[in-house]
């Protein structure tokens, strides 16, 4: 009975000291979960910091690489324009050379010309003067020597230079005679009558005379 009752005394104060310590253990787990809310809550913010954070650099990085880019255009738009006028440029020069080829070939042309010209006359005058070396002296003889080579101005030319300084030569009526032959062969027919005539005239019985006749009836 004395046990009873001392167990009905301590019931209520054991009921109590059960409570006391769940309460105990709630608020402990709760002090617990609210630390580690908060600690959540403060991971939180330091993520959303960071995020801030990061979205900052990234949009500073963006704004930096639309900056290199216009900036990256803007060179290659330059260097564009620039290869642009260097290509103009090339275009010109090379025209420009092309002109100045042309005009070369043609100064090249020219002095060809002059150099053959010069090369020609200096021919000429080497015939000439072989020629002036190998007629004979005396305007006689001379006349006779562009006679056979039917150079048939030079030949007149001394045949008269002959006539004139010989008017009583015995060669007059030949020299005479061959000056109508060379107007002849000159296609020069009343000047060639003129000395057939002559011969005819001044030399009658000559054998200059009856040829002179001949020719004059072919004329």
């Not at 979205?55 to 290659?76: N, S």
């Not at 260097?79 to 010109?92: H, P, Y």
Request: proline letters at 2%; a positive charge.
């Amino acid at each position: 009975m004395r046990h009873l009752l001392i167990l009905l005394i301590a019931l209520p104060m054991l009921s109590s000291c059960i409570r006391t310590r769940s309460d105990l253990e709630e608020k402990q787990q709760a002090e617990q979960v609210e630390n580690q809310l908060q600690s959540l809550q403060k991971l939180k913010a330091d993520s959303d910091n960071r995020l801030v954070s990061l979205e900052d650099q990234v949009r500073e990085l963006t704004g930096r690489l639309e900056v290199a880019e216009r900036q990256l255009g803007q060179m290659d738009q330059g260097q564009a324009e620039n290869l642009k006028g260097v290509q103009e440029k090339m275009t010109i020069l090379e025209e420009a050379v092309t002109k100045l080829d042309v005009q070369v070939r043609e100064l090249q042309q020219v002095l060809q010309k002059i150099a053959a010209a010069k090369k020609a006359e200096a021919a000429s005058r080497a015939r000439s003067a072989a020629k002036a070396r190998s007629v004979p002296k005396g305007n006689y003889s001379a006349g006779e020597h562009y006679f056979k080579a039917k150079e048939w101005r030079n030949a007149i030319l001394n045949y008269q230079k002959y006539r004139e300084m010989n008017p009583k030569g015995k060669r007059y009526a030949d020299a005479t005679y061959k000056i109508g032959m060379s107007f002849q062969e000159l296609k020069l027919k009343d000047d060639a009558k003129a000395f057939y005539q002559e011969v005819i005239q001044k030399f009658p019985k000559s054998s200059e005379a009856k040829k002179a006749e001949v020719r004059l009836k072919k004329l």
